[in-house]
């Protein structure tokens, strides 16, 4: 049986997030520790693990959830900034 905590899920709001913090892949590929090759798959829908999601989030400075673009109760997100 699979985990569903940790399956590959895709991430459908990375680049939107990414370019309004105008990120290179490459540079969040650094600041994050996640291979860019990922980053690039991520962007064209191809799932990554919830620990990649958790990693990318952090340095875009958003929860996890608004990056799979779906809220903890089901309805589609908007990111918003997290604090520092």
Same mark, same amino acid.
């Given at each position: 049986?699979?985990?569903?905590?940790?399956?590959?899920?895709? !991430?459908?709001?990375?680049?939107? @997030?990414?370019?309004?913090?105008?990120?290179?892949?490459?540079?969040?590929?650094?600041?994050?520790? @996640?291979?860019?090759?990922? !980053?690039?798959?991520?962007?064209?829908?191809?799932?990554?693990?919830?620990?990649? !999601?958790?990693?990318?989030?952090?340095?875009?400075?958003?929860?996890?959830?608004?990056?799979?673009? @779906?809220?903890?109760?089901?309805?589609?997100?908007?990111?918003?900034?997290?604090?520092?």
């Amino acid at each position: 049986m699979v985990d569903r905590a940790s399956a590959p899920r895709p !991430i459908e709001r990375l680049r939107t @997030v990414r370019e309004a913090r105008a990120l290179s892949q490459a540079e969040l590929a650094r600041t994050s520790k @996640v291979a860019r090759a990922t !980053i690039v798959s991520a962007e064209q829908g191809k799932p990554v693990h919830l620990r990649t !999601i958790r990693k990318l989030a952090a340095v875009l400075r958003v929860e996890p959830q608004e990056l799979v673009g @779906v809220a903890s109760n089901g309805a589609a997100t908007q990111a918003r900034e997290r604090p520092p």
